[in-house]
């Protein structure tokens, strides 16, 4: 009898094993069934991902899809444009002479009511800090009825800035882009100092393209003290970003180093417009290809082009229409251009761009047409 239960234990034992060998060979094959399977129902699944997620990113809003190339000459344009950066360690050599025109032309309105005073004819600028200038006393003038603002100096060449706050060729008067003011009142010259009816254009300033050149708490940046009668003009949207953000020049500058094409800074300007701003670092040699980006009819944006005296370049670029509404001003403060678009509201007849506002190429210098949204 135990020879018979010795022989039903080994039976079970190995029907058991057999089970057991069964199934791992189950297992086994299933492993094998489920990975042989997933060779083609993965790859279509990943591939299925990997759609969605192009689709995704096509769906989500691309600035820019298309684009060209600007060739730009960087002994000539890395100096040139509204934000070019000038202090002790950036100097400007450049000879800006021929780019100035005298103030003397632009210091009346159309009605020929004088907006502020001059000492003569030899206080210059770039037309278009003239222009904006014109622009923004203008609709002072309407406000207060006051002309007693004094330009006292604008553009200064580097062989007469002896005698000047910075060495020659460091000092912002070089560019044609700053203005130091002063008041005229009773046949004699006071200080500016932005406040009474003068607060009105440290409040407003920006929205025609100026700014503070040495703001108040950013001497250790600027190296230089607080100084509110040295405007200086940089353009729009960069007044604007710089103005909210509490940016001197420098910071600034800087700031826009970390925007590319592929990633701008988007800002919807008080003007109604829209705008996207990047930096393309200068390449050794003599030229950088700038990517300037073109709309899906093969068209170019309305773009300028400046350099920061530095490193590099800085590509603004109107993108198109904003939602940004203006509230500030009234209507009789309100500016009006030429190319008006009266579905678009402003408070400035500051443009997209100035009228002058350039970009160089290896070719040719392409003067950009402005768009001045006008007041409805």
Not at 61 to 66: C, H, Q, Y
Not at 156 to 164: K, R
Not at 177 to 184: A, D, E, K, N, P
Not at 191 to 202: A, C, K, L, S, V
Request: glycine share 8%; with cysteine.
């Amino acid at each position: 009898m135990s020879n018979n239960i010795w022989k039903n234990l080994k039976y079970k034992n190995v029907a058991v094993l057999l089970a057991i060998i069964l199934l791992v060979i189950l297992i086994i094959c299933a492993a094998c069934s489920n990975g042989t399977a997933d060779i083609n129902p993965n790859a279509k699944k990943v591939q299925t991902i990997t759609e969605s997620k192009v689709a995704d990113k096509e769906s989500e809003s691309v600035l820019f899809k298309t684009s060209t190339t600007l060739t730009l000459q960087n002994d000539d344009a890395l100096s040139s444009g509204n934000l070019a950066l000038v202090n002790g360690e950036h100097t400007f050599d450049k000879d800006a002479s021929g780019e100035v025109v005298s103030l003397m032309g632009y210091n009346t309105d159309s009605d020929g009511n004088q907006l502020f005073s001059l000492t003569d004819s030899s206080v210059t600028a770039t037309e278009s800090a003239a222009l904006q200038l014109q622009s923004m006393m203008s609709d002072f003038y309407k406000k207060y009825q006051n002309s007693t603002l004094f330009i006292a100096s604008g553009f200064v060449s580097n062989d007469n800035q002896d005698g000047e706050a910075f060495a020659a060729g460091s000092n912002d008067v070089g560019t044609g882009l700053s203005l130091s003011l002063g008041t005229w009142a009773d046949g004699a010259m006071g200080t500016y100092d932005g406040t009474g009816d003068f607060e009105w254009i440290t409040q407003n300033m920006a929205k025609y393209g100026f700014v503070v050149r040495y703001p108040e708490g950013k001497s250790d940046i600027t190296k230089a003290e607080y100084d509110a009668a040295l405007i200086r003009y940089v353009g729009l949207p960069h007044a604007e970003i710089m103005n909210e953000n509490g940016f001197c020049l420098e910071e600034y500058v800087e700031y826009l180093k970390s925007y590319t094409y592929e990633s701008p800074l988007e800002y919807d300007g008080s003007n109604g417009i829209k705008y996207a701003v990047y930096y393309t670092e200068m390449k050794k040699g003599n030229t950088t290809d700038v990517k300037i980006p073109t709309k899906d009819d093969a068209t170019e944006y309305t773009y300028s082009v400046s350099g920061n005296n530095s490193d590099g370049y800085i590509v603004t670029v109107a993108v198109e229409k904003s939602s940004a509404q203006t509230t500030s001003a009234p209507a009789e403060d309100q500016g009006a251009g030429d190319n008006q678009d009266s579905a678009a509201q402003t408070d400035t007849s500051a443009s997209v761009f100035d009228s002058k506002e350039t970009v160089v190429s290896n070719i040719t210098t392409t003067t950009v047409t402005p768009f001045i949204p006008s007041a409805d």
